[in-house]
Each structure stands twice: as structure tokens, then as C-alpha cells.
């Protein structure tokens, strides 16, 4: 492909990516399945300048006053400064396969941004929004000033970044040290992760999927963030646990490793789709006492009345916003809309409000979200408390120190009592996790109806 030709190409992957609601490294894999002229180095240019504008849409969009892709790729194209305005133009020369000529508006947009400073350049001066230099969503400003205060501006430099892969070991099948050295002898370097035990992160990134240690089970690729939200579900053998909006089954999985195949996990969700993965993923990790279930179905609704006032740990990882991962699907902060987040928000405090009688007395809740937002995490689980006095809020550090058995294990990350963590500070995803233990009072009452949630 030509430059010109690479250009146009990624002017119509993001003009699709727009039009959809589906994830745009999905859109993107389709778009290049289409175009088998496209080669690997075509790829990669078409997919940086896309994820790039993508990342920066707010800069971009606010220099040129529009959300035209055509436009946005032109403050691309000239935001590093390598390119002239006229080189600029000359790449949309309407040659075939490549970019139409730019028009009068878009000329004059060119030369607009060829002669405006930078976005950074004017900071000081206070003539850029911060939502602009943020590159997040002005609506949310309020918001996310609230939970970062003078914080902002690094954290969302940070979520502007390429994350990194994590990997977890998965202990019924291998330790970290044989699966680093197992890599380490295909090249493959790893460091261990900062504060999870199973952690490896790969020093750079590449495709792990095929890789035998893949393959076999001993290894799952997941953010080490994710990897702390299930270790401090504090499980063990034994233990009746429920993964109630469980997904793919990435938690799943991690606490059947913690719980070595003893006692039964119950994982739920109510899109059957989003559980098929878990069920190849649960055969290739040699993992026996997981149950899947979709709910709404017969068998679900009949596990949860048996479950009610039994469960040693119900994991809520509910459905969020996911702004706190926002580093690997940019598109999705441009996506979220208030209405959208009103709804997140009801049905977070309506599943909690639900399942909540699935506790037994002395048993633990634990509420999770990949969001940066308090709206989905603190002001969920102070609201719930305040509706649930039979629920108590643990310190999380009280958690780590339960979990964290080696004498020289890390100091917890986080503050108490929430565990918060975010790109910034802690190089994970952002994510939140709540701990709430139901007292265990003499007497206790029957437990109430669960209803079931989908």
C-alpha cells in the first residue's frame, strides 16, 4: 500500500469504527480480513494512525473543531511534527486507493493547524479545556476531577498509553519461576508482577495464544490488576463461591487455581455467548469444580435458591463503564454516554441489592469494576451499606495481609479501605474492589428470596 493508500484506509476503518458499537481491534481484525493485499507493515501503519486518533479524539476534535475522521487524521498527521502541511496534502492526492483531495474547509484546517501551537504548548496559559488535553469526554469532567483532584492531568496521561500483557500462571499446572524460564528459552522475557504472585509481564508485547505454555493451560493472559481483584476474594479449598457476572471467566479460573480444584465455583451470567469461551478455557486449565450457568435458565435459578445463605464468597464483577480500561479500547470513552452510565449505575446497585442474600453469615461480598468512576464504586458500596446493615466494609489491607502469606511479600497498594488501582500508580488497568462480610449475628433469620438478576 501507499502512504496515501494507507491513509485512506484508515480514514475508513475509523469511520466504521464510529458507525458500531463492537470492540475496534474486532473491527479492525474484519477490516484487514477483507483486504488480503494489506500487508503486515500496511497493518500496523493503518492501526497506529487509527489508535492513535482514537486515544487523542478530544485534542484532535477540539483543533479541528470537528469529529470528521478526514480531519482528525490530518491533526494526526501533523501532531509529531515530521510532516510539513505540504507534505500533509500531498498524501491525499485522490489517486486511486488513496485519500479524495482535501477541499476548500479541509485546506483551510490544514493550514489552521500547521500554524496553531501544539495543545501542550498553551497549557500554562489556560486557553485548553483540561477534558482536551485529558482526551476524555467533556461531560465527564466533574467526575473524574472528583475522584483525581490535582491528580488528573497524570492519570489521564496514563490511560493514554499502551498497556502492557500481563500473564497469569496458573499454579495447578506450573509455578512463575518454570513458566519465566520456559519462556525465557523461546525469548520470550518476562519480569514478574509487582504485586501478584502469578503475575509475568512480557517486557515486549507479541501473541501469546499459540504458544505451547498457551495452549496446554499453564499460563492466561490477564491484567495484573484483574489477578488482585480475584487473590484478595481471599478463597479457599473447599469454599462454595459464586462468580456472578463471571463473563469469560478469567476470575473463575484464578480462583480455582487458589481453591486447587477443592470445593465448587459457580459461575453465572446472563449472555450464554459470554460464557462459551469459559467452558475451553476450564478444559485446557485442568479446572474440575467449576459450574456454568446462564441465568434466567431452569438449573441457574433452581443453583441460586439452593445457594441462598450458603455462599462463602460471592464476586460481583458487575458490568461497568470500563474506563479504567480505557488504555486498550479508546474507543469506548467516546461510546459512553450519561444515559449509558445512569443505566451501569441501576443495574450495579440492583445486582448487589439481589444477590446479596446468597451471603451466609461471616461470608464476603466483593464488589468489583474495571472504572475509574465513583459513581460505579465508591458511592455503590456506601449506598449499599447504608440500605444493608448486616454488611460490614473489611480494609483492604486487613485482605492482604490474609492473603499474602510470604514474609516478603509487597506492602498492599492501596489506601484503605477501597482497593483502587490505576495505570498511573500502579501500571495495572484501573480497577476497584470493595470487601463487605456479612455479620454473623446469633439467630439469624431465614435468609431472604435471591432474585435473580439479568
Same mark, same amino acid.
Given at each position: ?37 494489506? !500487508?503486515?507493515? %500496511? ?60 477541499? $476548500? ?5 490544514? =493550514? ?73 528459552? $523461546? $525469548?520470550i522475557v518476562t519480569t514478574p508482577g509487582r504485586f501478584a504472585p502469578t503475575a509475568l509481564r512480557l517486557e515486549s508485547r507479541q501473541t501469546m ?7 496446554? !493451560? ?8 484483574? @489477578? ?14 459464586? %462468580? ?5 471467566? !478469567? ?8 481453591? @486447587? ?29 467449576? @459450574? ?32 479504567? =480500561? ?21 443495574? @450495579? ?78 501500571? =495495572? ?26
Amino acid at each position: 500500500m501507499t502512504p496515501g493508500a494507507r491513509i485512506q484506509a484508515a480514514i475508513e476503518l475509523l469511520d466504521q469504527i464510529a458507525d458500531s458499537t463492537a470492540p475496534a481491534d474486532r473491527l479492525a481484525a474484519n477490516f484487514f480480513r477483507s483486504r488480503r493485499y494489506a !500487508g503486515s507493515k %500496511d497493518r500496523r501503519a493503518v492501526t497506529e494512525i487509527v489508535y492513535d486518533v482514537l486515544r487523542r479524539r478530544g485534542e484532535y476534535a477540539w483543533r479541528t473543531n470537528s469529529a470528521d475522521s478526514r480531519r482528525l487524521v490530518l491533526a494526526h498527521l501533523l501532531s509529531n511534527g515530521e510532516m510539513d502541511s505540504g507534505e500533509v496534502a500531498a498524501l491525499f492526492n485522490g489517486e486511486k486507493f488513496c485519500a479524495a483531495s482535501l477541499d $476548500d474547509g479541509e485546506q483551510a484546517v490544514l =493550514t489552521q493547524l500547521s500554524q496553531a501551537p501544539a495543545t501542550g504548548a498553551s497549557e500554562a496559559s489556560g486557553a485548553v479545556p483540561a477534558w482536551v488535553t485529558g482526551n476524555y469526554p467533556e461531560w465527564l469532567n466533574a467526575s473524574l476531577a472528583r475522584r483525581f483532584g490535582p491528580e488528573l492531568p497524570a492519570e489521564m496521561a496514563a490511560l493514554l498509553g499502551r498497556a502492557e500483557v500481563d500473564l497469569r500462571v496458573n499454579v495447578l499446572k506450573s509455578t512463575p519461576a518454570k513458566v519465566a524460564a520456559g519462556l525465557a528459552r $523461546d $525469548d520470550i522475557v518476562t519480569t514478574p508482577g509487582r504485586f501478584a504472585p502469578t503475575a509475568l509481564r512480557l517486557e515486549s508485547r507479541q501473541t501469546m495464544t499459540k504458544h505451547a505454555l498457551y495452549l496446554n !493451560g499453564a499460563i492466561e493472559i490477564q491484567d495484573e490488576g484483574s @489477578q488482585l481483584v480475584a487473590l484478595l476474594c481471599a478463597v479457599g479449598p473447599g469454599q462454595q463461591v459464586v %462468580d456472578y457476572c463471571a463473563g469469560a471467566g !478469567g476470575k473463575s479460573l484464578a480462583l480455582a487455581a487458589q481453591m @486447587q480444584n477443592k470445593g465448587q465455583i459457580f459461575a453465572f451470567d446472563s449472555a450464554p455467548k459470554r460464557l462459551e469461551p469459559l467452558r475451553i478455557r476450564l478444559q485446557r486449565a485442568r479446572v474440575r469444580n467449576v @459450574q456454568v450457568h446462564a441465568l434466567g435458565e431452569t438449573v441457574a435459578v433452581a443453583a441460586l435458591s439452593e445457594l441462598a445463605g450458603k455462599t462463602d464468597r460471592l464476586l460481583l464483577d458487575v458490568p461497568c463503564s470500563g474506563s479504567g =480500561t480505557w488504555r486498550r479500547n479508546p474507543e469506548s470513552k467516546w461510546r459512553l454516554g450519561p444515559e449509558q452510565l445512569a443505566r451501569y449505575v441501576a443495574a @450495579q446497585g440492583r445486582i448487589m441489592r439481589s444477590t446479596a442474600p446468597l451471603v451466609r453469615p461471616g461470608g464476603r461480598l466483593i464488589y468489583a469494576t474495571c472504572s475509574i468512576l465513583m459513581e460505579e464504586n465508591e458511592d455503590q458500596i456506601e449506598a449499599f451499606l447504608a440500605e444493608q446493615p448486616d454488611f460490614e466494609l473489611v480494609p483492604i489491607s486487613r485482605v492482604w495481609d490474609e492473603v499474602m502469606t510470604s514474609p516478603d511479600h509487597p506492602a498492599c497498594p492501596c489506601a484503605d479501605p477501597y482497593l483502587r488501582l490505576t495505570p498511573a500508580q500502579h501500571g =495495572t488497568d484501573g480497577f476497584f474492589a470493595a470487601v463487605l462480610q456479612r455479620r454473623a449475628a446469633a439467630g439469624e433469620n431465614a435468609p431472604d428470596e435471591v432474585m435473580v438478576d439479568v
